[in-house]
């Protein structure tokens, strides 16, 4: 798999995944990773409430799964989720970054090392600037950048931190996101 729809929020971010991961179909067609900052907390209550409402698989990502599509995988707490170069999954105790392990910056970073121009990155709600410098790494690779509106999202931060270092593709309202990532998805 040469492509992913990569994903980072923080504060807000419960919600605004349960807008966007439900409104993608089965057939989706590109894999699906996700960085919420938890920190040390478990989310495995939160994947399973997605999973009953999903189309999609969701899961807590575990070392070397390969990256499939109709698959939605989450960043255990407390370790960098990265993609190697063979398109799957490894993790990293690495020192936090923005005050975050794991870190969106380090997803989205070896996302674009990895995948190049097939990646899709979205900055969603959140309280720090975790995700801008990423973003930018994937708009450099000529992937698609998008960010939550940041003027209705539940907190601002962390999609102005995106739109202040990177010249995204699109600045969506959360409702409008999950149709124009199937629309994207489309083109690969």
């Known amino acids: 798999m040469s492509k992913a729809l990569v ?12 807008t966007i991961i439900p409104s993608l179909p089965e057939d989706f067609n590109i894999p699906v990773l996700v960085v919420l900052h938890i920190g040390d907390h478990n989310n495995d209550s939160f994947i399973n ?16 799964d390969e990256i499939l599509a109709g698959y939605v995988y989450f960043a255990p707490p407390n370790y960098h989720m990265l993609i190697d170069d063979d398109a799957s999954i490894s993790f990293s105790a690495d020192p936090k970054v923005h005050h975050s392990r ?10 674009a090392w990895s995948l190049k121009d097939g990646i899709i990155g ?21 992937g698609t950048a998008i960010v939550e509106n ?29 149709a124009k990532i199937i629309e994207l998805s489309k083109q690969f």
């Open 102 to 111: 794991p870190s969106i910056d380090v997803l989205f970073e070896s996302a």
């Open 7 to 18: 994903i980072g929020t923080s504060f807000g971010g419960l919600e605004a995944l349960k």
């Open 122 to 142: 979205l900055i969603l709600t959140g309280l720090n600037q975790d995700g801008a410098h990423g973003l930018k790494t994937i708009k450099n690779y000529g």
């Open 150 to 178: 940041p003027e209705n999202a539940v907190a601002s931060i962390m999609p102005k931190a995106a739109l202040a270092e990177t010249e995204v593709d699109f600045v969506l309202e959360l409702d409008e996101i999950g």
């Open 49 to 64: 409430y997605l999973n009953s409402i999903s189309k999609l698989k969701v899961k807590e990502a575990e070392e070397k």
